[in-house]
T-cell receptor, first 115, second 111 residues
Framework: EPEVTQTPSHQVTQMGQEVILRCVPI?????FYWYRQILGQKVEFLVS????????KSEIFDDQFSVERPDGSNFTLKIRSTKLEDSAMYFC?????????????FGEGSRLTVL | SQQGEEDPQALSIQEGENATMNCSYK?????LQWYRQNSGRGLVHLIL?????REKHSGRLRVTLDTSKKSSSLLITASRAADTASYFC???????????FGAGTTVTVRA
């Protein structure tokens, strides 16, 4: 069964360092997302990406964050200068259905620890 | 905020019992979905109910939707230890390509 894969599964970094989290969405999917979940808390929307551009972003997704789909398969989230509060589980998701509100397929997540 | 809010926050039941959790949301929706998350893992889609549907079944899962009360419930019948997980509702509006998640209900099924 096709799945969304994410790397790394866990990354530890020093505050102020740049981090890139990588995702390979399901191959024929059209919409791509990043969500994050601080330990034990709700799943928060960061950004959605469609047709090679950001379609929506949340207040959390400030200038320190960027996304890219460089080669038609990978979908990356970059955090330019990490802060302690960026420590969280980051989930990539993709969706194949056109239009609004279909099922999302999530990866297993990348745990980011900022020291 | 569009986000759903689940109730209760946590639920502990004996294997074989039913588990019911509720979700309330604030604005009109296109559909409502339920997801499951095992500890430290990704979210897995369970069931989707559209705004014009009132009830839906999938195996041991039963979902209801009351758009007049802006609420949904998820019932897991004959629970098993393997049902131990967090359950999240998620909503999308007619203009939304994203899902907005609630805080989740943590269900523990005791063997």
């Amino acid at each position: 069964e096709p799945e969304v894969t994410q790397t790394p599964s866990h990354q530890v970094t020093q505050m102020g360092q740049e981090v890139i989290l990588r995702c390979v969405p399901i191959s024929n999917h059209l919409y791509f997302y990043w969500y994050r979940q601080i330990l034990g808390q709700k799943v928060e929307f960061l950004v959605s990406f469609y047709n090679n551009e950001i379609s929506e972003k949340s207040e959390i997704f400030d200038d320190q964050f960027s996304v890219e789909r460089p080669d038609g398969s990978n979908f990356t989230l970059k955090i330019r200068s990490t802060k302690l509060e960026d420590s969280a589980m980051y989930f990539c998701a993709s969706r194949g259905e056109a239009g609004v509100g279909g099922e999302l397929f999530f990866g297993e997540g990348s745990r980011l620890t900022v020291l | 905020s569009q986000q759903g809010e689940e109730d209760p926050q946590a639920l502990s039941i004996q294997e074989g019992e039913n588990a019911t959790m509720n979700c309330s949301y604030k604005t009109s929706i296109n559909n409502l979905q339920w997801y499951r998350q095992n500890s430290g893992r990704g979210l897995v889609h369970l069931i989707l109910i559209r705004s014009n549907e009132r009830e839906k079944h999938s195996g041991r899962l039963r979902v209801t939707l009351d758009t007049s009360k802006k609420s949904s419930s998820l019932l897991i019948t004959a629970s098993r230890a393997a049902d131990t997980a967090s359950y999240f509702c998620a909503t999308s509006t007619t203009n939304d390509y994203k899902l907005s998640f609630g805080a989740g209900t943590t269900v523990t099924v005791r063997a």
